[in-house]
């Protein structure tokens, strides 16, 4: 998509989220600042609900609010990091870090900058199913270090992967996924705040696609919008009715076998960040494309390491990781 993203573009309020419980913790945390564990499915919401919380508690959160994605850390190379600018003026010099130790040093560098306005910044650690448990020890050592001017806030798929430590200083906020009326009514603020023109069955098939995943409804509303014009049933279902991945995958395939990684990576991204999809959808539709290419001892060997893949992914890792690694072992 060229145009901004709705989930960007209409970034809800504290009001705004669709979960009651979530909202009154964290009204309560805009009352009484806290360190927080912002946990639940993919896609409910978490990243917007503590950008709402920041929007509420400062005054100037274009500064003192701070988003570490920590698959930015552990899902790319030392290179990749270094070479980041969000990174790069932390980490000029300091090349031979480990990957544990550039990320500790972004975080205590981060948490040692005094508020623009207020009292305290907050520092959001998104994507934390991806933290490792010794980085985890360098978290609370800072989370030590700097509660005084700092707020923590984890958001992440499974909680039970943090470490006790971690979790005694967090008060938990858990975040479910929006009930598929609660999606509609979130998507047709959304596009009367477009002027698109929409109807309801056209919402109520995008809320379907969505299944629970906000993010995802927000998205394919936007996608049939762009396609069509509006977001009618028949729009909704031209554009979201096929998966609109297999012509994609077939090139970030043939990216992965020429040896172009850095193309079918980059390809993987889109699909990942600025399409939306889950990391399972993916690896589905990836092999069906695999087996319009692939036949014998070839597809079984596809199939044996998409199913090593698929649990690594049911546990919480990187979506990222596991993906470009079953990429890089098809360009072998």
């Not at 958001?155 to 979790?167: D, G, M, V």
């Amino acid at each position: 998509m060229e145009a901004p993203l709705w989930t960007e573009k209409h970034a809800p309020d504290i009001a705004d989220l669709p979960q009651a419980e979530a909202r009154d913790h964290l009204r309560r945390a805009v009352e009484e600042p806290m360190n927080l564990v912002v946990f639940g499915p993919r896609g409910v919401g978490k990243t917007a609900a503590v950008g709402a919380l920041a929007e509420a508690t400062h005054a100037d959160p274009d500064n003192d609010f701070v988003v570490i994605n920590v698959a930015d850390f552990f899902g790319r190379t030392k290179k990749e990091i270094k070479n980041d600018p969000r990174f790069a003026h932390f980490l000029e010099g300091r090349s031979q870090l480990s990957k544990r130790d550039m990320i500790n040093h972004v975080l205590k560098e981060q948490a040692s900058y005094q508020p623009v306005s207020g009292d305290f910044r907050t520092i959001l650690l998104d994507n934390a199913e991806a933290i490792r448990e010794d980085f985890q020890q360098s978290l609370r050592r800072v989370m030590e270090q700097h509660y005084e001017a700092t707020q923590f806030v984890i958001a992440t798929r499974q909680p039970s992967k943090l470490i006790p430590p971690i979790e005694s200083r967090c008060f938990p906020v858990p975040m479910r996924a929006p009930t598929h009326d609660e999606t509609v009514e979130v998507l047709e603020t959304i596009v009367e705040a477009e002027g698109v023109d929409y109807d309801a069955d056209g919402l109520e098939y995008v809320a379907g696609y969505g299944d629970g995943d906000l993010r995802k409804a927000i998205l394919g509303a936007q996608t049939a919008h762009e396609e069509a014009g509006e977001v009618t049933m028949q729009a909704a279902y031209d554009a979201l009715g096929d998966v609109g991945m297999r012509d994609r995958l077939e090139s970030i395939l043939a990216d992965a076998e020429s040896g172009d990684f850095e193309d079918a990576r980059g390809g993987l991204d889109e699909l990942l960040y600025d399409e939306g999809f889950a990391g399972d959808e993916i690896l589905r539709e990836l092999l069906a494309a695999a087996r319009s290419r692939y036949d014998g001892r070839e597809l079984a060997e596809v199939h044996e390491l998409a199913g090593d893949i698929d649990l690594e992914m049911s546990e919480g890792t990187s979506d990222r990781v596991h993906l470009g690694r079953l990429l890089a072992e098809l360009g072998r």
